[in-house]
């Protein structure tokens, strides 16, 4: 294997770390003995910056390159994100459910019924015009009729769901041992 830079993360397909590297477990090392190592990676990911550092912690999480124009993901070593979500009504954005619907009780209401559902269309009980065009439910003729509450209703239990991309687990590893980078 090529030399890899002293910092550089590389993902691994098996699964251990191989000799010159160390697992990117957010393990904390002394930096007496991983001085290159604490050069180029200082506290940004732990440690107290006098005798010990952190490696980054890449299990079970995303790697996610900076971007120095967008604030939090600016700085190597920010970490955010969550596996699951539970949603509530302070959490969604803001939008509307308005139904209303309409109950045909004579032949121009029955002039008025389409197919598809769009602006000013409202729903209705189903009314076949002629046999072989099927059942139409929706009528431009607004109504003002109640429907059940359910129809609108709250619904979920407030529990967490997955918040997760497919993913593939590899073994990320940073070189400790190889060529010091040379800063630009």
Sequence with gaps: MADGYIGEIRAFAFN?????????NGAIYPIQSNSALFAILGIQYGGNGTTNFAVPDLRGVAALGINLGQPGYNTPGTTGGSETVTLTTNTMPAHMHNVQAVVRTSQPQTAAAISQPGSNAYLTNGYSIIAAKGIVVYSNNKGNITMNPQTIGVTGSSTPHANMDPYLSMTYCVCSEGVFPQRP
């Design 16 to 24: 251990f770390t191989p000799r010159g590297w160390l697992p990117c």
